[in-house]
Protein backbone atom coordinates (compact mmCIF):
# COMPACT_ATOMS: atom_id res chain seq x y z
CA UNK A 1 0.00 0.00 0.00
CA UNK A 2 1.48 3.45 -0.93
CA UNK A 3 1.67 5.97 1.56
CA UNK A 4 0.61 9.73 1.28
CA UNK A 5 3.67 12.19 1.37
CA UNK A 6 2.14 13.98 4.71
CA UNK A 7 1.58 10.76 6.45
CA UNK A 8 5.42 9.67 5.31
CA UNK A 9 6.80 12.98 6.59
CA UNK A 10 4.85 12.84 9.95
CA UNK A 11 6.74 9.16 10.55
CA UNK A 12 9.95 10.71 9.88
CA UNK A 13 9.52 13.53 12.27
CA UNK A 14 8.23 10.49 14.85
CA UNK A 15 11.88 9.15 14.39
CA UNK A 16 13.43 12.35 14.76
CA UNK A 17 14.65 12.51 10.88
CA UNK A 18 14.06 16.51 9.65
CA UNK A 19 11.56 17.24 7.68
CA UNK A 20 10.09 20.97 6.40
CA UNK A 21 7.23 22.24 8.63
CA UNK A 22 4.05 21.73 6.40
CA UNK A 23 0.49 21.20 7.07
CA UNK A 24 -2.36 19.55 5.43
CA UNK A 25 -5.26 21.75 3.14
CA UNK A 26 -8.20 19.38 2.38
CA UNK A 27 -10.94 22.90 2.16
CA UNK A 28 -11.69 26.22 2.16
CA UNK A 29 -11.23 28.52 4.41
CA UNK A 30 -7.58 28.26 3.44
CA UNK A 31 -5.33 28.74 6.62
CA UNK A 32 -1.96 30.82 5.22
CA UNK A 33 0.25 29.86 8.31
CA UNK A 34 3.52 31.03 6.55
CA UNK A 35 4.92 32.37 2.64
CA UNK A 36 6.53 31.55 0.56
CA UNK A 37 5.43 27.98 0.37
CA UNK A 38 5.39 25.18 -1.84
CA UNK A 39 1.75 23.81 -3.01
CA UNK A 40 1.72 19.73 -3.18
CA UNK A 41 -0.99 17.76 -4.39
CA UNK A 42 -1.42 14.90 -2.40
CA UNK A 43 -1.45 12.18 -5.11
CA UNK A 44 0.23 8.74 -4.91
CA UNK A 45 1.24 8.47 -8.47
CA UNK A 46 4.77 9.19 -9.95
CA UNK A 47 5.67 12.03 -11.83
CA UNK A 48 3.94 14.64 -9.85
CA UNK A 49 6.31 17.32 -10.48
CA UNK A 50 6.09 16.88 -13.97
CA UNK A 51 2.26 16.41 -14.14
CA UNK A 52 1.80 19.84 -12.25
CA UNK A 53 1.19 19.13 -9.20
CA UNK A 54 3.62 21.11 -7.11
CA UNK A 55 2.96 25.03 -7.36
CA UNK A 56 4.56 27.75 -5.54
CA UNK A 57 3.47 30.55 -3.28
CA UNK A 58 4.73 33.91 -3.00
CA UNK A 59 1.80 36.22 -2.25
CA UNK A 60 -1.39 35.51 -0.08
CA UNK A 61 -3.51 36.71 -3.28
CA UNK A 62 -2.01 33.60 -4.96
CA UNK A 63 -1.96 31.60 -2.13
CA UNK A 64 -6.04 30.49 -2.47
CA UNK A 65 -6.47 30.09 -5.97
CA UNK A 66 -3.07 27.87 -6.10
CA UNK A 67 -4.75 25.79 -3.76
CA UNK A 68 -8.11 25.58 -5.83
CA UNK A 69 -6.61 24.65 -8.73
CA UNK A 70 -4.34 21.80 -7.19
CA UNK A 71 -7.55 20.55 -5.08
CA UNK A 72 -9.72 20.15 -7.98
CA UNK A 73 -6.35 18.84 -10.63
CA UNK A 74 -6.60 15.32 -11.14
CA UNK A 75 -2.60 14.13 -11.60
CA UNK A 76 -2.62 11.31 -13.96
CA UNK A 77 -6.30 10.65 -13.00
CA UNK A 78 -5.96 10.58 -9.45
CA UNK A 79 -7.92 12.86 -7.48
CA UNK A 80 -5.70 14.39 -4.55
CA UNK A 81 -6.50 13.90 -0.87
CA UNK A 82 -5.79 17.41 -0.41
CA UNK A 83 -2.79 19.55 -0.85
CA UNK A 84 0.50 19.88 2.00
CA UNK A 85 1.32 23.44 2.09
CA UNK A 86 5.05 23.17 2.93
CA UNK A 87 7.91 25.69 3.70
CA UNK A 88 10.63 26.44 1.50
CA UNK A 89 13.91 25.20 2.03
CA UNK A 90 17.21 27.23 0.12
CA UNK A 91 18.74 24.23 -1.22
CA UNK A 92 22.55 23.58 -1.49
CA UNK A 93 22.76 20.36 -2.54
CA UNK A 94 20.44 17.41 -3.54
CA UNK A 95 20.99 13.01 -2.55
CA UNK A 96 18.98 10.08 -3.18
CA UNK A 97 18.26 7.95 -0.71
CA UNK A 98 16.33 4.98 -0.69
CA UNK A 99 15.61 2.20 1.52
CA UNK A 100 14.10 -1.47 0.27
CA UNK A 101 13.42 -4.85 1.17
CA UNK A 102 15.83 -6.86 -1.44
CA UNK A 103 14.11 -9.94 -2.34
CA UNK A 104 17.31 -11.73 -3.82
CA UNK A 105 19.70 -10.43 -0.45
CA UNK A 106 16.82 -11.54 2.04
CA UNK A 107 17.57 -8.18 4.29
CA UNK A 108 16.62 -4.04 3.77
CA UNK A 109 19.23 -2.70 1.46
CA UNK A 110 20.28 1.36 0.92
CA UNK A 111 20.26 2.76 -2.33
CA UNK A 112 22.03 5.85 -2.64
CA UNK A 113 23.81 8.70 -4.78
CA UNK A 114 25.26 12.22 -4.64
CA UNK A 115 22.92 13.06 -7.87
CA UNK A 116 19.44 13.33 -6.70
CA UNK A 117 16.07 15.21 -7.40
CA UNK A 118 13.66 14.94 -10.07
CA UNK A 119 16.20 13.26 -12.90
CA UNK A 120 17.67 10.08 -10.79
CA UNK A 121 15.98 8.12 -13.68
CA UNK A 122 18.64 9.48 -15.86
CA UNK A 123 21.40 9.06 -12.91
CA UNK A 124 21.33 5.03 -12.33
CA UNK A 125 24.43 4.50 -12.78
CA UNK A 126 25.37 7.18 -10.27
CA UNK A 127 23.65 5.07 -7.14
CA UNK A 128 25.57 3.05 -4.61
CA UNK A 129 23.66 0.05 -3.88
CA UNK A 130 24.71 -1.38 -0.01
CA UNK A 131 22.99 -2.90 3.05
CA UNK A 132 23.76 -2.10 6.78
CA UNK A 133 26.33 -4.28 7.40
CA UNK A 134 28.28 -2.29 5.03
CA UNK A 135 27.97 1.32 4.99
CA UNK A 136 29.87 2.99 6.76
CA UNK A 137 32.75 3.92 4.33
CA UNK A 138 30.43 3.96 1.02
CA UNK A 139 27.74 6.97 2.05
CA UNK A 140 29.33 10.55 3.59
CA UNK A 141 28.78 10.68 7.40
CA UNK A 142 26.72 13.23 7.63
CA UNK A 143 23.96 10.99 5.67
CA UNK A 144 25.25 7.59 7.29
CA UNK A 145 24.25 9.30 10.56
CA UNK A 146 20.33 9.25 9.61
CA UNK A 147 20.30 5.38 8.15
CA UNK A 148 19.82 3.84 11.54
CA UNK A 149 16.70 6.30 12.33
CA UNK A 150 15.52 5.26 8.65
CA UNK A 151 16.02 1.30 9.18
CA UNK A 152 14.25 1.81 12.73
CA UNK A 153 11.26 3.35 11.10
CA UNK A 154 11.26 0.99 8.17
CA UNK A 155 11.33 -2.25 10.48
CA UNK A 156 9.20 -0.51 13.12
CA UNK A 157 6.36 0.49 10.57
CA UNK A 158 6.34 -2.61 8.38
CA UNK A 159 7.45 -0.28 5.11
CA UNK A 160 8.85 -2.31 2.37
CA UNK A 161 9.85 0.79 0.30
CA UNK A 162 11.38 4.37 1.73
CA UNK A 163 12.82 6.25 -0.64
CA UNK A 164 13.73 10.04 -0.05
CA UNK A 165 14.17 11.93 -3.03
CA UNK A 166 15.71 14.63 -2.50
CA UNK A 167 17.03 14.58 1.15
CA UNK A 168 18.60 18.27 0.45
CA UNK A 169 21.31 20.01 2.50
CA UNK A 170 20.21 23.59 2.81
CA UNK A 171 22.74 26.53 3.43
CA UNK A 172 23.40 25.78 7.08
CA UNK A 173 24.16 22.32 6.31
CA UNK A 174 21.25 20.57 7.63
CA UNK A 175 19.48 17.72 5.97
CA UNK A 176 15.80 17.67 5.19
CA UNK A 177 13.95 14.72 3.55
CA UNK A 178 12.23 17.13 0.78
CA UNK A 179 9.86 14.32 -0.95
CA UNK A 180 9.45 10.46 -0.20
CA UNK A 181 7.89 7.23 -1.38
CA UNK A 182 6.41 5.27 0.95
CA UNK A 183 5.26 2.16 0.88
CA UNK A 184 3.49 -0.28 3.43
CA UNK A 185 3.24 -3.79 3.32
CA UNK A 186 -0.06 -5.25 2.69
CA UNK A 187 0.25 -8.08 5.38
CA UNK A 188 1.13 -5.85 7.68
CA UNK A 189 -1.98 -2.94 7.95
CA UNK A 190 -3.35 -5.58 11.05
CA UNK A 191 -0.64 -4.31 13.03
CA UNK A 192 -0.12 -0.57 11.92
CA UNK A 193 -3.56 1.27 12.90
CA UNK A 194 -2.23 4.59 11.46
CA UNK A 195 -2.47 2.80 8.08
CA UNK A 196 -5.72 2.43 8.53
CA UNK A 197 -7.82 5.51 7.70
CA UNK A 198 -6.38 5.21 4.37
CA UNK A 199 -7.21 1.83 3.09
CA UNK A 200 -9.44 2.10 -0.16
CA UNK A 201 -9.98 -0.91 -1.72
CA UNK A 202 -11.38 -2.99 0.28
CA UNK A 203 -12.74 -6.09 -1.68
CA UNK A 204 -11.72 -9.78 0.09
CA UNK A 205 -9.71 -10.24 -3.19
CA UNK A 206 -6.92 -9.05 -5.20
CA UNK A 207 -8.59 -7.04 -8.21
CA UNK A 208 -7.24 -5.09 -10.93
CA UNK A 209 -8.50 -3.37 -14.05
CA UNK A 210 -7.85 -3.88 -17.66
CA UNK A 211 -8.81 -2.27 -21.00
CA UNK A 212 -10.43 -5.79 -22.45
CA UNK A 213 -13.61 -7.26 -22.78
CA UNK A 214 -13.41 -11.02 -20.97
CA UNK A 215 -13.83 -11.01 -17.46
CA UNK A 216 -11.28 -13.39 -15.94
CA UNK A 217 -11.63 -14.84 -11.84
CA UNK A 218 -9.31 -17.39 -10.48
CA UNK A 219 -8.18 -18.83 -7.63
CA UNK A 220 -4.24 -17.71 -7.22
CA UNK A 221 -2.23 -14.92 -8.49
CA UNK A 222 0.00 -18.26 -10.81
CA UNK A 223 -3.77 -19.13 -12.17
CA UNK A 224 -5.45 -15.86 -13.00
CA UNK A 225 -2.18 -14.70 -14.59
CA UNK A 226 -1.48 -18.01 -16.94
CA UNK A 227 -5.50 -17.57 -17.71
CA UNK A 228 -4.50 -14.14 -18.78
CA UNK A 229 -1.71 -14.92 -20.87
CA UNK A 230 -3.88 -17.81 -22.71
CA UNK A 231 -7.02 -15.19 -23.30
CA UNK A 232 -4.03 -12.77 -25.14
CA UNK A 233 -2.27 -15.67 -26.98
CA UNK A 234 -5.78 -17.06 -28.47
CA UNK A 235 -6.36 -13.65 -29.82
CA UNK A 236 -8.41 -12.01 -26.51
CA UNK A 237 -7.84 -9.10 -24.49
CA UNK A 238 -8.40 -9.54 -20.31
CA UNK A 239 -10.75 -7.19 -18.80
CA UNK A 240 -9.27 -7.53 -15.40
CA UNK A 241 -7.35 -9.50 -12.94
CA UNK A 242 -8.98 -11.56 -10.42
CA UNK A 243 -7.81 -13.52 -7.96
CA UNK A 244 -9.65 -14.62 -5.29
CA UNK A 245 -7.23 -16.04 -3.36
CA UNK A 246 -7.26 -19.74 -1.71
CA UNK A 247 -10.23 -20.42 0.74
CA UNK A 248 -12.44 -18.38 -1.08
CA UNK A 249 -16.44 -19.55 -0.69
CA UNK A 250 -19.63 -18.86 -2.27
CA UNK A 251 -20.34 -15.21 -1.30
CA UNK A 252 -17.08 -13.68 -2.21
CA UNK A 253 -17.78 -15.84 -5.59
CA UNK A 254 -20.90 -13.79 -5.99
CA UNK A 255 -18.98 -10.23 -4.88
CA UNK A 256 -16.73 -10.81 -7.30
CA UNK A 257 -19.04 -11.56 -10.54
CA UNK A 258 -21.44 -8.90 -9.46
CA UNK A 259 -18.06 -6.70 -9.34
CA UNK A 260 -16.92 -7.81 -13.38
CA UNK A 261 -21.12 -7.02 -14.26
CA UNK A 262 -20.64 -3.21 -12.53
CA UNK A 263 -17.61 -2.67 -14.94
CA UNK A 264 -20.30 -4.04 -18.21
CA UNK A 265 -18.49 -7.01 -18.71
CA UNK A 266 -20.71 -9.76 -20.77
CA UNK A 267 -18.64 -13.01 -20.23
CA UNK A 268 -16.73 -14.08 -17.68
CA UNK A 269 -13.76 -16.94 -17.55
CA UNK A 270 -14.17 -18.60 -14.46
CA UNK A 271 -10.72 -20.73 -14.17
CA UNK A 272 -10.41 -22.60 -10.49
CA UNK A 273 -8.30 -25.69 -9.49
CA UNK A 274 -9.36 -26.06 -5.96
CA UNK A 275 -6.63 -26.93 -3.42
CA UNK A 276 -7.97 -25.11 -0.38
CA UNK A 277 -10.72 -23.54 -2.15
CA UNK A 278 -13.78 -25.96 -2.49
CA UNK A 279 -15.17 -26.27 -5.56
CA UNK A 280 -18.95 -26.41 -4.38
CA UNK A 281 -18.82 -23.29 -2.63
CA UNK A 282 -18.08 -21.16 -6.03
CA UNK A 283 -20.29 -23.79 -7.86
CA UNK A 284 -23.09 -22.66 -5.65
CA UNK A 285 -21.86 -18.69 -6.26
CA UNK A 286 -22.01 -19.06 -9.52
CA UNK A 287 -25.42 -20.70 -9.61
CA UNK A 288 -26.86 -17.73 -7.85
CA UNK A 289 -25.12 -15.81 -10.16
CA UNK A 290 -26.52 -16.82 -13.19
CA UNK A 291 -30.11 -17.36 -11.66
CA UNK A 292 -29.80 -13.49 -11.41
CA UNK A 293 -27.89 -12.13 -14.61
CA UNK A 294 -28.94 -14.97 -17.21
CA UNK A 295 -27.30 -12.77 -19.97
CA UNK A 296 -24.29 -12.70 -18.84
CA UNK A 297 -21.68 -15.32 -20.35
CA UNK A 298 -20.18 -17.62 -17.75
CA UNK A 299 -17.25 -19.78 -19.00
CA UNK A 300 -16.27 -22.57 -16.15
CA UNK A 301 -14.12 -25.13 -15.27
CA UNK A 302 -13.57 -26.50 -11.81
CA UNK A 303 -11.49 -29.15 -11.09
CA UNK A 304 -10.01 -30.08 -7.17
CA UNK A 305 -10.68 -29.89 -4.26
CA UNK A 306 -14.84 -31.46 -3.77
CA UNK A 307 -15.17 -31.53 -8.08
CA UNK A 308 -18.18 -33.77 -8.38
CA UNK A 309 -20.12 -32.36 -6.07
CA UNK A 310 -19.37 -28.64 -7.38
CA UNK A 311 -20.07 -30.11 -11.20
CA UNK A 312 -23.12 -31.74 -9.85
CA UNK A 313 -24.75 -28.48 -8.81
CA UNK A 314 -23.75 -27.09 -11.90
CA UNK A 315 -25.47 -30.23 -13.93
CA UNK A 316 -28.67 -29.70 -11.68
CA UNK A 317 -28.51 -25.57 -12.32
CA UNK A 318 -27.70 -25.92 -16.52
CA UNK A 319 -24.81 -24.53 -16.17
CA UNK A 320 -21.77 -25.70 -18.70
CA UNK A 321 -18.45 -26.42 -17.87
CA UNK A 322 -15.34 -26.99 -19.44
CA UNK A 323 -12.33 -30.13 -17.81
CA UNK A 324 -9.54 -28.64 -19.85
CA UNK A 325 -8.62 -24.72 -19.50
CA UNK A 326 -7.50 -24.18 -22.83
CA UNK A 327 -10.85 -25.14 -24.39
CA UNK A 328 -12.56 -23.11 -22.32
CA UNK A 329 -10.27 -20.07 -23.25
CA UNK A 330 -10.83 -20.70 -26.92
CA UNK A 331 -14.89 -21.00 -27.21
CA UNK A 332 -14.82 -17.44 -25.17
CA UNK A 333 -12.64 -15.53 -27.03
CA UNK A 334 -14.51 -16.78 -30.30
CA UNK A 335 -17.53 -15.97 -29.08
CA UNK A 336 -16.33 -12.64 -28.28
CA UNK A 337 -15.18 -12.11 -32.00
CA UNK A 338 -18.34 -13.34 -33.54
CA UNK A 339 -20.14 -11.14 -31.42
CA UNK A 340 -17.94 -7.99 -32.63
CA UNK B 1 13.23 -31.57 0.81
CA UNK B 2 11.33 -34.65 1.77
CA UNK B 3 12.06 -38.09 1.81
CA UNK B 4 8.34 -39.27 2.82
CA UNK B 5 9.82 -40.51 5.94
CA UNK B 6 9.14 -37.01 7.82
CA UNK B 7 7.62 -37.08 11.35
CA UNK B 8 5.03 -34.62 11.10
CA UNK B 9 3.58 -32.04 13.45
CA UNK B 10 0.58 -29.63 12.46
CA UNK B 11 0.77 -26.01 14.41
CA UNK B 12 -2.73 -24.85 14.19
CA UNK B 13 -4.35 -27.99 13.78
CA UNK B 14 -7.64 -26.64 15.20
CA UNK B 15 -8.43 -24.05 12.70
CA UNK B 16 -10.28 -24.98 9.53
CA UNK B 17 -7.77 -25.47 7.26
CA UNK B 18 -5.39 -27.28 9.77
CA UNK B 19 -8.33 -29.86 10.14
CA UNK B 20 -8.91 -30.87 6.85
CA UNK B 21 -5.95 -30.91 5.54
CA UNK B 22 -5.03 -33.43 8.10
CA UNK B 23 -6.96 -35.39 7.28
CA UNK B 24 -6.20 -35.26 3.85
CA UNK B 25 -2.69 -35.72 4.85
CA UNK B 26 -3.54 -38.71 7.23
CA UNK B 27 -5.20 -40.10 4.40
CA UNK B 28 -1.97 -39.75 1.87
CA UNK B 29 -0.10 -41.94 4.09
CA UNK B 30 2.02 -38.74 5.69
CA UNK B 31 3.09 -39.66 9.71
CA UNK B 32 1.43 -36.73 10.92
CA UNK B 33 2.28 -37.81 14.84
CA UNK B 34 0.32 -35.05 16.98
CA UNK B 35 -0.93 -31.58 16.18
CA UNK B 36 0.12 -28.26 18.52
CA UNK B 37 -2.78 -25.52 18.91
CA UNK B 38 -3.32 -22.57 21.38
CA UNK B 39 -6.91 -23.63 21.54
CA UNK B 40 -6.76 -25.35 24.88
CA UNK B 41 -10.37 -27.00 24.68
CA UNK B 42 -9.70 -29.46 21.82
CA UNK B 43 -7.72 -32.66 22.54
CA UNK B 44 -7.99 -34.31 19.79
CA UNK B 45 -8.20 -34.09 15.74
CA UNK B 46 -8.70 -37.32 13.06
CA UNK B 47 -7.57 -39.26 16.09
CA UNK B 48 -4.46 -37.11 16.65
CA UNK B 49 -3.33 -35.95 19.60
CA UNK B 50 -3.18 -31.92 20.48
CA UNK B 51 -0.62 -30.34 22.45
CA UNK B 52 0.21 -27.07 23.44
CA UNK B 53 3.17 -25.95 22.38
CA UNK B 54 6.00 -27.25 19.94
CA UNK B 55 8.51 -28.56 22.93
CA UNK B 56 5.84 -31.09 24.19
CA UNK B 57 5.53 -32.06 20.71
CA UNK B 58 9.03 -32.88 20.00
CA UNK B 59 9.33 -34.70 23.94
CA UNK B 60 6.70 -36.63 22.93
CA UNK B 61 6.47 -37.78 19.41
CA UNK B 62 9.93 -37.16 18.89
CA UNK B 63 8.48 -35.10 15.78
CA UNK B 64 11.26 -33.91 13.12
CA UNK B 65 9.28 -31.59 10.85
CA UNK B 66 6.34 -28.45 11.22
CA UNK B 67 3.27 -27.95 9.01
CA UNK B 68 2.07 -23.99 9.74
CA UNK B 69 -1.61 -23.21 9.82
CA UNK B 70 -1.80 -20.67 12.32
CA UNK B 71 -2.88 -17.11 11.28
CA UNK B 72 -0.35 -14.77 10.05
CA UNK B 73 -0.18 -12.18 12.82
CA UNK B 74 1.10 -15.45 15.11
CA UNK B 75 2.49 -17.20 12.22
CA UNK B 76 6.24 -15.89 13.20
CA UNK B 77 5.79 -17.31 17.00
CA UNK B 78 4.86 -20.13 15.84
CA UNK B 79 7.93 -21.09 13.51
CA UNK B 80 10.40 -19.79 15.91
CA UNK B 81 8.41 -21.60 18.45
CA UNK B 82 9.27 -24.80 15.90
CA UNK B 83 12.82 -23.76 15.66
CA UNK B 84 13.56 -23.36 19.19
CA UNK B 85 11.74 -27.35 19.87
CA UNK B 86 14.23 -28.62 17.62
CA UNK B 87 12.35 -28.95 14.33
CA UNK B 88 14.36 -29.12 10.73
CA UNK B 89 11.77 -29.40 8.43
CA UNK B 90 8.91 -26.54 8.55
CA UNK B 91 6.31 -25.65 5.82
CA UNK B 92 4.77 -23.00 5.90
CA UNK B 93 1.60 -22.79 3.85
CA UNK B 94 0.05 -19.44 6.07
CA UNK B 95 0.10 -16.20 3.51
CA UNK B 96 -0.27 -13.01 4.09
CA UNK B 97 2.55 -13.01 6.93
CA UNK B 98 4.46 -9.49 7.27
CA UNK B 99 7.22 -9.36 5.26
CA UNK B 100 9.75 -8.26 8.32
CA UNK B 101 8.49 -11.41 10.05
CA UNK B 102 9.57 -13.30 6.84
CA UNK B 103 12.95 -11.57 6.94
CA UNK B 104 13.73 -12.85 11.09
CA UNK B 105 12.02 -16.09 10.19
CA UNK B 106 14.79 -16.63 7.23
CA UNK B 107 17.44 -15.26 9.12
CA UNK B 108 16.90 -17.34 12.78
CA UNK B 109 16.03 -20.79 10.18
CA UNK B 110 19.49 -20.15 8.01
CA UNK B 111 21.47 -19.72 11.49
CA UNK B 112 19.98 -22.80 12.60
CA UNK B 113 20.11 -24.89 9.81
CA UNK B 114 16.63 -25.38 9.82
CA UNK B 115 14.99 -25.67 5.87
CA UNK B 116 11.91 -23.54 5.47
CA UNK B 117 9.35 -23.51 2.66
CA UNK B 118 7.02 -20.94 1.77
CA UNK B 119 5.23 -19.28 3.24
CA UNK B 120 1.93 -18.91 1.32
CA UNK B 121 3.01 -21.69 -0.69
CA UNK B 122 1.15 -25.66 -0.88
CA UNK B 123 3.87 -27.90 0.62
CA UNK B 124 5.70 -30.60 -0.92
CA UNK B 125 4.62 -34.10 -2.60
CA UNK B 126 5.94 -37.09 -3.25
CA UNK B 127 3.23 -38.81 -4.97
CA UNK B 128 2.17 -41.87 -4.18
CA UNK B 129 4.14 -41.66 -1.38
CA UNK B 130 3.53 -38.84 1.29
CA UNK B 131 2.48 -34.75 1.28
CA UNK B 132 3.39 -32.73 3.65
CA UNK B 133 0.77 -30.16 2.44
CA UNK B 134 -2.26 -28.96 0.87
CA UNK B 135 -2.41 -29.40 -2.65
CA UNK B 136 -5.38 -31.94 -4.73
CA UNK B 137 -3.92 -35.34 -4.82
CA UNK B 138 -5.58 -36.57 -7.80
CA UNK B 139 -3.34 -33.69 -9.93
CA UNK B 140 0.02 -36.03 -8.99
CA UNK B 141 0.13 -39.21 -10.58
CA UNK B 142 3.75 -40.82 -9.93
CA UNK B 143 6.57 -40.87 -12.00
CA UNK B 144 9.89 -39.07 -13.01
CA UNK B 145 9.59 -35.22 -13.31
CA UNK B 146 10.02 -32.40 -10.43
CA UNK B 147 8.07 -29.52 -10.39
CA UNK B 148 9.12 -26.55 -8.95
CA UNK B 149 6.44 -23.44 -8.61
CA UNK B 150 6.17 -20.20 -6.89
CA UNK B 151 2.52 -20.43 -7.19
CA UNK B 152 0.05 -22.78 -6.11
CA UNK B 153 -3.03 -23.16 -8.17
CA UNK B 154 -0.79 -23.08 -11.60
CA UNK B 155 1.70 -25.63 -9.94
CA UNK B 156 -1.53 -28.36 -9.98
CA UNK B 157 -3.11 -27.12 -13.50
CA UNK B 158 0.62 -27.80 -14.85
CA UNK B 159 1.13 -31.46 -13.11
CA UNK B 160 -2.35 -32.87 -13.63
CA UNK B 161 -1.29 -31.97 -16.98
CA UNK B 162 2.51 -34.03 -16.71
CA UNK B 163 0.29 -36.93 -15.29
CA UNK B 164 -2.44 -36.86 -17.43
CA UNK B 165 -0.05 -36.40 -20.74
CA UNK B 166 3.32 -36.72 -19.73
CA UNK B 167 5.15 -39.51 -17.52
CA UNK B 168 3.86 -38.21 -14.29
CA UNK B 169 5.75 -36.88 -11.41
CA UNK B 170 8.81 -37.18 -9.16
CA UNK B 171 7.86 -34.63 -6.73
CA UNK B 172 6.03 -31.41 -6.04
CA UNK B 173 8.06 -28.78 -4.53
CA UNK B 174 5.71 -25.40 -3.93
CA UNK B 175 8.33 -22.78 -2.66
CA UNK B 176 5.61 -19.93 -2.65
CA UNK B 177 4.80 -16.74 -4.32
CA UNK B 178 6.06 -14.09 -1.42
CA UNK B 179 8.92 -11.92 -1.92
CA UNK B 180 10.54 -13.64 0.92
CA UNK B 181 10.75 -17.35 1.20
CA UNK B 182 12.67 -19.71 2.96
CA UNK B 183 13.91 -21.79 0.17
CA UNK B 184 14.85 -20.77 -3.04
CA UNK B 185 14.77 -22.12 -6.72
CA UNK B 186 18.54 -22.97 -6.09
CA UNK B 187 17.99 -24.70 -3.16
CA UNK B 188 15.22 -26.72 -4.64
CA UNK B 189 17.76 -27.86 -7.82
CA UNK B 190 20.50 -28.61 -5.16
CA UNK B 191 17.95 -31.50 -4.16
CA UNK B 192 17.19 -32.43 -7.57
CA UNK B 193 20.90 -32.48 -8.69
CA UNK B 194 21.38 -34.90 -4.99
CA UNK B 195 18.35 -37.03 -5.90
CA UNK B 196 19.55 -37.65 -9.53
CA UNK B 197 16.09 -36.46 -10.77
CA UNK B 198 16.47 -36.08 -14.56
CA UNK B 199 13.38 -34.15 -16.00
CA UNK B 200 12.34 -30.58 -14.23
CA UNK B 201 9.46 -28.47 -14.72
CA UNK B 202 10.17 -24.78 -13.20
CA UNK B 203 6.69 -22.98 -13.07
CA UNK B 204 8.22 -19.14 -13.02
CA UNK B 205 6.57 -15.80 -12.70
CA UNK B 206 6.93 -11.96 -13.74
CA UNK B 207 9.11 -10.03 -10.86
CA UNK B 208 12.22 -11.07 -9.82
CA UNK B 209 15.25 -13.37 -10.77
CA UNK B 210 14.87 -16.71 -8.85
CA UNK B 211 14.26 -18.53 -12.10
CA UNK B 212 17.47 -17.62 -13.69
CA UNK B 213 19.55 -17.21 -10.41
CA UNK B 214 18.33 -20.70 -9.61
CA UNK B 215 18.75 -22.22 -13.35
CA UNK B 216 22.42 -20.60 -13.75
CA UNK B 217 23.17 -22.15 -10.50
CA UNK B 218 22.12 -25.91 -11.57
CA UNK B 219 23.69 -25.87 -14.55
CA UNK B 220 27.28 -24.61 -13.00
CA UNK B 221 26.69 -27.34 -10.13
CA UNK B 222 26.95 -29.95 -13.83
CA UNK B 223 22.86 -30.62 -13.91
CA UNK B 224 22.59 -31.65 -17.36
CA UNK B 225 18.89 -32.73 -17.35
CA UNK B 226 16.08 -31.81 -19.20
CA UNK B 227 14.78 -28.16 -17.97
CA UNK B 228 11.65 -26.80 -19.09
CA UNK B 229 10.10 -23.28 -17.73
CA UNK B 230 6.85 -21.98 -18.05
CA UNK B 231 6.22 -18.16 -16.89
CA UNK B 232 3.00 -17.10 -15.78
CA UNK B 233 2.43 -13.31 -16.30
CA UNK B 234 3.15 -12.13 -19.85
CA UNK B 235 0.17 -9.99 -20.10
CA UNK B 236 0.75 -8.32 -16.51
CA UNK B 237 0.64 -4.43 -16.93
CA UNK B 238 4.23 -2.82 -15.84
CA UNK B 239 4.10 -1.80 -12.54
CA UNK B 240 0.43 -3.13 -11.28
CA UNK B 241 0.34 -5.80 -8.37
CA UNK B 242 -0.97 -9.17 -9.50
CA UNK B 243 -1.88 -10.52 -6.66
CA UNK B 244 1.30 -12.05 -5.53
CA UNK B 245 3.51 -9.44 -4.00
CA UNK B 246 6.13 -11.23 -6.02
CA UNK B 247 4.55 -10.82 -9.28
CA UNK B 248 5.33 -7.21 -9.37
CA UNK B 249 6.76 -5.99 -12.69
CA UNK B 250 10.44 -4.58 -11.34
CA UNK B 251 11.37 -2.99 -14.70
CA UNK B 252 12.87 -5.37 -17.71
CA UNK B 253 14.85 -7.11 -15.70
CA UNK B 254 11.83 -8.71 -13.66
CA UNK B 255 9.77 -9.12 -17.21
CA UNK B 256 9.17 -12.40 -18.74
CA UNK B 257 11.33 -10.97 -22.30
CA UNK B 258 14.10 -10.22 -20.17
CA UNK B 259 13.83 -13.96 -18.74
CA UNK B 260 13.13 -15.60 -21.81
CA UNK B 261 16.05 -14.05 -23.34
CA UNK B 262 18.86 -14.86 -20.60
CA UNK B 263 17.29 -18.55 -20.63
CA UNK B 264 17.52 -18.85 -24.22
CA UNK B 265 20.87 -17.66 -24.17
CA UNK B 266 21.93 -20.55 -21.64
CA UNK B 267 20.05 -23.12 -23.71
CA UNK B 268 16.91 -23.62 -21.53
CA UNK B 269 13.82 -23.62 -23.48
CA UNK B 270 11.11 -21.66 -22.21
CA UNK B 271 7.33 -22.92 -22.64
CA UNK B 272 4.38 -20.21 -23.57
CA UNK B 273 1.62 -23.01 -23.46
CA UNK B 274 0.71 -25.66 -21.04
CA UNK B 275 -0.14 -28.01 -24.12
CA UNK B 276 3.66 -27.85 -24.83
CA UNK B 277 4.90 -30.23 -21.75
CA UNK B 278 2.73 -33.16 -23.13
CA UNK B 279 4.80 -36.26 -24.17
Known amino acids: ?340 | MINGNEKVCVQGITGKYGKLHTEKMLKYGTKILCGVSKNKNIKNINGVEVLNNMNDAVEKYNVDTSIVFVPAPFAKDAVFEAINAGIKKIIIITEHIPQQDMLDIYKISKDNDVMVIGPNCPGVILPGKSKIGIMPENAFKPGDIAVISKSGTLMYEISNYLSKYSTGIKVGIGLGGDPIIGTSIEEAFDYIIRENIRKVVVIGEVGGNDEINGIEKALKKGYNGDIKVFFAGRTAPKGKRMGHAGAIVEGYEGSIEYKEKRLKDIGIKVIKEISELGG
Open chain 1, 1 to 340: MKIHEFVGKELLREYSVKVPKSYLVKEKPYDVKFLPAVLKSQVLVGGRMKAGGVLFAHEKSEFESKVDELLFKEIKGEKPYGVLVEEMIPIQKEYYVSLLLDREEKDIIILFSENGGIDIEDNKDSIIKTNFNDFENKIPEKISKILPKLRKLFREKDLTLLEINPLVEDINGELYALDIVMHLDDNAIFRQDWAKEFIENEYPFHFVKLDGDIGIIGCGAGIVMATMDAVKLSGGEPANFLDLGGGAEKNITIQALELLKSYNIKRIILNIFGGITKCDEIASGLVEFKNNNPEIQLYVRLTGTNEEEAKRILKDNNINYYDDMYSMIIDAVRMVNIND
